[in-house]
């Protein structure tokens, strides 16, 4: 049965990152608040949760899941490297609203979806994400909503379209607007900026002392 955590009353709190983190790790899903949407997320290391997740969310593996983490030095031990370029976006932007896609590090044991050797990373910024990211490590996290249906403005919405599939909910109350995280996918010998959200391309090019490529 799923339990609604209220993260605004410190006691419920608590308990929900404890039952969260329990629940990842014994490999359930959990609803969390993040800056940007409400995100269902799984052990990144996980497979057979990462898949449940795409199925909770009735969506194969040819849209990949992103990945959260709760630091920046956590990105070394992901990828097979940290160039200059995403250093100083991740120095101007982390935690927040941008997300890197990178050449995963090829040792890791993991299945995100079709991802052709790249992992979209980010830190976002809200405290309980980051409270739980860090306790349990990297997190695969997808907007919690039902492929197609609205994202959810909240936990009780996220809770409608999800049900029992989802273990545990972190109630952080409305995000408000949902805006969609930026992404620069950093893979090639040029950044190009695969979607425009919270961080402006303008920004992103001021970061990184370079215009962004086109889309292909």
């Not at 932007?93 to 040792?107: E, K, N, Q, T, Y």
Request: proline share 7%; aromatic share 4%.
């Amino acid at each position: 049965m799923s339990v609604v955590y209220d993260c605004n009353d410190p006691d419920s709190r608590t308990d929900g990152l404890k039952a969260a983190a329990a629940s990842v790790r014994s490999g359930r899903l959990v609803v969390l608040p993040t800056d940007t949407v409400y995100g269902i997320g799984a052990d990144a290391f996980d497979s057979a949760a990462v898949r449940a997740l795409l199925q909770a969310k009735h969506r194969g593996p040819d849209m990949p899941v992103g990945v959260l983490v709760g630091s920046w030095t956590t990105v070394d031990g992901l990828v097979l490297g940290v160039p200059q370029q995403a250093r100083a976006l991740i120095e101007a932007f982390w935690p927040g609203d941008l997300s890197i896609v990178l050449p995963h590090a090829p040792s890791l044991n993991w299945d995100l979806g079709t991802t052709r050797g790249t992992v979209m990373l980010r830190m976002p910024l809200h405290p309980v994400a980051l409270e739980l990211l860090r306790d349990v490590g990297p997190m695969a996290v997808s907007s919690a909503n039902v492929s197609g249906k609205p994202v959810a403005a909240d936990a009780h919405e996220a809770q409608e379209q999800l049900g029992e599939s989802v273990s545990v909910y972190l109630d952080g109350g409305p995000i408000g607007e949902s805006v969609p995280s930026t992404i620069v996918d950093l893979t090639g010998s040029a950044p190009v900026l695969l979607r425009e959200g919270a961080v402006s391309a303008d920004a992103v090019s001021e970061a990184l002392g370079v215009e962004l490529g086109p889309r292909e």
